[in-house]
């Protein structure tokens, strides 16, 4: 079966500081990887997936993440944090055979003004 | 093509109530999944419906089931709802089974047990 780590449950940032979400992932395949962004009171978003190519992937709102094979890892980052990035990100993965999707525990971004 | 929908957004019922919870896909998908997030628990899955068939279902008691219909829009109903069961139900939708690509997710129902 498939697990997903999200370490670091809460992490603050300063206002354009770089910011880090951390995501690894067991599996005996590569799955295919997603992430996604909640705010308050509201439904998931989707922020970037990569399921085959180019291990560097860009999404929304300038967030981008990189597939590493060899650490089992898929990193979200941002450069800069903007206050409206405060929320709550959430590493998913599935097995691209159709039978389940597998969140990790999320980790809540706070963006210190 | 118009998102994921959830009716109702908040509803509060009573320790014991059942309750009935609605997800309408986006046109076309056919795969409806249902969550269950707490604060404490994170988000917990329940079950996935494929063209009316469960295909998956989470780790929760029988007093949570679901069905979908021939249009795909599917409910989930919780009988004898218990204090524990206060948490923000989310569902979410894709065109293929949900293992095989990404999830389209609505707002939510807030669900308060009393």
Not at chain 1, 56 to 62: A, D, E, T, W
Not at chain 1, 69 to 77: G, M, R
Not at chain 2, 32 to 61: D, I, M
């Amino acid at each position: 079966a498939q697990s997903v780590t999200q370490l670091g449950s809460h992490v603050s940032v300063s206002e354009g500081a770089l910011v880090l979400l951390r995501c690894n992932y067991s599996s005996s395949v590569p799955p295919y990887l997603f992430w996604y962004v909640q705010y308050p009171n509201q439904g998931l978003q989707l922020l970037l997936k990569y399921t085959t190519g180019a291990t560097l992937v860009k999404g929304i709102n300038g967030f981008e993440a990189e597939f590493k094979k060899s650490e089992t890892s898929f990193h979200l980052t941002k450069p800069s944090a903007h206050m409206s990035d405060a929320a709550e990100y959430f590493c998913a993965v599935s097995d691209r055979t159709g039978n389940q999707f597998y969140f990790g525990t999320g980790t809540s971004l706070t963006v210190i003004p | 093509k118009a998102g994921v929908t959830q009716t109702p957004r908040y509803l509060i019922k009573t320790r014991g109530q059942q309750v009935t919870l609605s997800c309408s896909p986006i046109s076309g998908h056919r795969s409806v999944s249902w969550y269950q997030q707490t604060p404490g628990q994170g988000l917990q899955f329940l079950f996935e419906y494929f063209s009316e068939t469960q295909r998956n279902k989470g780790n929760f008691p029988g007093r949570f089931s679901g069905r979908q219909f021939s249009n795909s829009r599917s409910e989930m109903n919780v009988s004898t709802l218990e204090l524990g069961d206060s948490a923000l139900y989310l569902c979410a939708s894709s065109p293929i089974p949900s293992g095989g690509g990404e999830q389209y997710f609505g707002p939510g129902t807030r669900l308060t047990v009393t």
